[in-house]
T-cell receptor
Framework: RKEVEQDPGPFNVPEGATVAFNCTYS??????FFWYRQDCRKEPKLLMS???SGNEDGRFTAQLNRASQYISLLIRDSKLSDSATYLC????????????FGQGTILTVHP | SAVISQKPSRDICQRGTSLTIQCQVD?????MFWYRQQPGQSLTLIAT?????????ESGFVIDKFPISRPNLTFSTLTVSNMSPEDSSIYLC??????????FGSGTRLTVV
C-alpha cells in the first residue's frame, strides 16, 4: 500500500464547477499535511496547509480527518487557471521534514 | 517564505559523467532537502542535508551515487555521479518546516544520453 494515495484523475470540469479531491495516508504518526499545486514543467508550490479544524482560503477548502487518515481539498467556482496537478503531501512521523507525496490528481478546467 | 535559486535549470549529459546541482537560499536554514521527480511520477526524497554533518539518505539512495555538500546554512549541492539514462529526472531542493510548509527550487531537468 502506498504511503499517500490519491485518485490520479484526470478530472475534467467546466468553469464554475465545484470539484473535490481525496487523499488517504497510511502513517498514523504523520503530523503535517499539505496540498501543493504543480503546473506542467514547474516545481510544486504550496497551496495550503491542512488542519484538523479545517481551513479555507478563498475558493479552496481543506479538511483533515485524523481518525480516518483522510485529507480532502474542495475547489469552488473553478477557473481555467486552476488547471494543474494537485499533490497531497504528508510530513512527520519518524523522519522530521521528510515529505511524502501522493502521485497527484490532474485537474483540467475547460471553458 | 524562503526564496531558492537552483541551477542549472536543465542539462543534457553523457552517460558516465557527473553533474553538480546547486541551491542557494536567501536565508539561513537548518535543513535542506533534495528530491527527485522521475518522468510521470511524483517527488521522492533523496536525502536531508544538515550543515556540518553528513547527509541522511533515504532507502534506495546512497552517498556514492548522490554525494551532497552543505558548507553553510544557505547553500547545498547535489551531485549525480556516473550517470546513466535511468538518472534522467527532475531534481529539486527544498527548505521549510511543518508550520509554514516547504518551498522548492525551480528544479534541474536532467537528461542523460
Amino acid at each position: 500500500r502506498k504511503e499517500v494515495e490519491q485518485d490520479p484523475g484526470p478530472f475534467n470540469v467546466p468553469e464554475g464547477a465545484t470539484v473535490a479531491f481525496n487523499c488517504t495516508y497510511s502513517n498514523s504518526a504523520s503530523q503535517s499535511f499539505f496540498w501543493y499545486r504543480q503546473d506542467c514543467r514547474k516545481e510544486p508550490k504550496l497551496l495550503m496547509s491542512v488542519y484538523s479544524s479545517g481551513n479555507e482560503d478563498g475558493r479552496f477548502t481543506a479538511q483533515l480527518n485524523r481518525a480516518s487518515q483522510y485529507i480532502s481539498l474542495l475547489i469552488r467556482d473553478s477557473k481555467l487557471s486552476d488547471s494543474a496537478t494537485y499533490l497531497c503531501v504528508v510530513s512527520g512521523g519518524t523522519s522530521y521534514g521528510k515529505l511524502t507525496f501522493g502521485q497527484g490528481t490532474i485537474l483540467t478546467v475547460h471553458p | 517564505s524562503a526564496v531558492i535559486s537552483q541551477k542549472p535549470s536543465r542539462d543534457i549529459c553523457q552517460r558516465g559523467t557527473s553533474l553538480t546541482i546547486q541551491c542557494q537560499v536567501d536565508s539561513q536554514v537548518t535543513m535542506m532537502f533534495w528530491y527527485r521527480q522521475q518522468p510521470g511520477q511524483s517527488l521522492t526524497l533523496i536525502a536531508t542535508a544538515n550543515q556540518g554533518s553528513e547527509a541522511t539518505y533515504e532507502s534506495g539512495f546512497v552517498i556514492d551515487k548522490f554525494p551532497i555538500s552543505r558548507p553553510n546554512l544557505t547553500f547545498s549541492t547535489l551531485t549525480v555521479s556516473n550517470m546513466s539514462p535511468e538518472d534522467s529526472s527532475i531534481y529539486l531542493c527544498s527548505v521549510g518546516g511543518p508550520l509554514d510548509g516547504y518551498t522548492f527550487g525551480s528544479g534541474t531537468r536532467l537528461t542523460v544520453v
